[in-house]
């Protein structure tokens, strides 16, 4: 999504033609959506074409993240704007699904609250860590969270009584579509999306579209098995690259202790990051054994796609300093060069979160799809 533009610049990024864009314009102003401004001269002749405003505040999405430590609330507006966000740490061992719902109803309403008495809310937009069926938004299974068949819609749906869509995805599918559309991969067609959480999700776009596989289980790539002599998976397999490069075993390996449940995930993470940043030899090589097992997962995906870029997000961001050269030096030795050749590696830089970003596009979608029709649907509710 995009803020104000002119119109003309408008007719030249659409290709229509200046009438079929007037009117489009038209429809818009009238239900609410954008509306025109007088640009000031840029003194060339003529008369200076209007600059054509999103309707940010009055037209919004409700975006919402699951994850297993946090969720996640943001209203986003019409253009892309994030208008309000909120962020909650759950209580350690109950992620169950009435309190997640009972936790992003709670946040909702304080800021469906703080909103304009004439604003709109169109949709919802789930990113949830887990397999979602894309016909019904179900979480099927969700091994990092303990769930399995919840009808999270529904509930939440039930639960929010707005009388809108509410729709849900995997977090690392919407992971990759916030990175494409408003990430460090935005624009690119090819780009595979890796989240780091306490397990690995991900997200790939090929020529363009979400690949979402046959019911909207694809790119579960935290789970290709990297080490068939490793540790059990919470999935039930053995060896997922989950087991080598989510936080847990990125944790293991910065304290040195095998059992890490009862470890206070953030401050290591943070403290760690301050001494590898300071040159401490210990992190430093903790995190180059990271990078090495996280290159060794890339180069087969890098083999498999052949993508424009990676994009690491999660933990996995702010870890990329310290992670850079083992990763490379893995792609070196393991990924073939001429199919990697063009390929870049990089953090996501979404402070708000990929995946809480990407449902707030996936909700957007769904109206933008027709506006129009979103607004008497919203009339006859
Ligand atoms: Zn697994």
Redesign the pocket.
Do not use: F
């Given at each position: 999504m995009v803020g104000p533009m002119s119109r003309s610049d408008v007719v030249r990024a659409i290709g229509l033609t200046r009438s079929s864009v007037g009117g489009l314009v038209g429809d818009l102003t009238q239900h609410g959506f954008v509306r025109e401004e007088r640009a000031e001269s840029d003194g060339s002749p003529g008369r200076p074409s209007p600059v054509v405003v999103p309707e940010s505040e009055m037209n919004t999405v409700l975006a919402v993240e699951v994850l297993v430590d946090t969720v996640s609330v943001a209203l986003i507006g019409l253009g892309g704007e994030v208008l309000d966000v909120s962020r909650r740490r759950r209580a350690v061992g109950d992620p169950s699904p009435q309190r997640t719902v009972g936790s992003v109803a709670d946040m909702a309403a304080k800021m469906i609250a703080r909103l304009d008495r004439r604003a709109r809310l169109f949709q919802v937009g789930c990113a949830v860590t887990g397999l979602v069926r894309h016909d019904d938004n179900r979480v099927i299974l969700a091994p990092n969270l303990g769930w399995a068949d919840v009808p999270f819609s529904e509930m939440l749906a039930e639960r929010l009584d707005l009388a809108v869509p509410v729709l849900v995805r995997n977090d690392g599918d919407m992971g990759a579509l916030a990175e494409v559309r408003r990430g460090v991969a935005k624009g690119l067609d090819n780009v595979v999306y890796v989240s780091g959480e306490v397990g690995i999700g991900g997200g790939v776009v090929i020529d363009g579209q979400l690949m979402t596989g046959r019911v909207g289980f694809g790119g579960e790539i935290?789970?290709t098995i990297v080490n068939p002599d490793g540790r059990s998976?919470?999935?039930g397999?053995i060896g997922?690259w989950?087991t080598e490069i989510g936080e847990d075993a990125l944790i293991r390996r910065l304290v040195g202790v095998e059992v890490v449940d009862h470890v206070d995930r953030s401050a290591v993470l943070e403290s760690a990051r301050a001494d590898a940043a300071a040159g401490d030899a210990a992190m430093l090589a903790a995190y180059a054994a990271h990078g090495r097992w996280v290159g060794l997962g890339l180069a087969s995906l890098i083999n498999v796609f052949n993508p424009d870029a990676i994009v690491l997000g999660g933990f996995l961001a702010p870890g990329f300093p310290f992670m850079s050269a083992a990763i490379n030096a893995e792609l070196d030795r393991r990924a073939l060069a001429t199919v990697r050749e063009g390929t870049v590696v990089r953090a996501s830089g979404l402070e708000a979160g990929a995946p809480l970003l990407g449902a707030g596009e996936l909700a957007w979608d769904g109206v933008l799809a027709d506006p129009v029709a979103a607004v008497e649907q919203r009339r006859t509710a």
């Open positions: 935290g789970h998976c919470l999935c397999a997922c989950e």
